[in-house]
C-alpha cells in the first residue's frame, strides 16, 4: 500500500472526520471506498482527450454570391437612411 498525503478545505475534513467517525471507520478508509467509488463510475476512457469539433451544416451551398448579398446590405442601408428623414 502506498502511504500519501492530500490537502482539505478545513471544513471538508471536519465534515469527512465526523462522517468516518460516524461509520465507525477510519478517515483513511472511508477516502479509499470514496476513491473505489468514483473511479467505479467513472472508468477509463480513451486515453486523449476527444477534441472538439464544430458542427457541420449542411445547407445544400451558397444560394446568394457575396456580391449580390453585398448590394442587398447597401440596398437596405440606404432604405432605412431613407426612411428614418
Known amino acids: 500500500m502506498t502511504?500519501?498525503?492530500?490537502?482539505?478545505p478545513d471544513e471538508l475534513y471536519q465534515r469527512a472526520k465526523a462522517f468516518?467517525?460516524?461509520k465507525e471507520i477510519s478517515l483513511a478508509e472511508m477516502t479509499r471506498r470514496g476513491l473505489?467509488?468514483?473511479?467505479?463510475?467513472?472508468p477509463e476512457g480513451p486515453s486523449s482527450p476527444r477534441r472538439?469539433?464544430?458542427p457541420a451544416v449542411r445547407s445544400g451551398g451558397v444560394k446568394v454570391s457575396?456580391?449580390?448579398?453585398?448590394?442587398?446590405?447597401h440596398d437596405d442601408e440606404a432604405f432605412r437612411s431613407r426612411r428614418s428623414r
Open 36 to 42: 473505489e467509488l468514483f473511479l467505479s463510475r467513472f
Open 52 to 54: 472538439w469539433k464544430r
Open 66 to 73: 457575396l456580391e449580390k448579398l453585398k448590394g442587398l446590405g
Open 3 to 8: 502511504r500519501t498525503q492530500i490537502q482539505l
Open 20 to 22: 468516518a467517525a460516524q
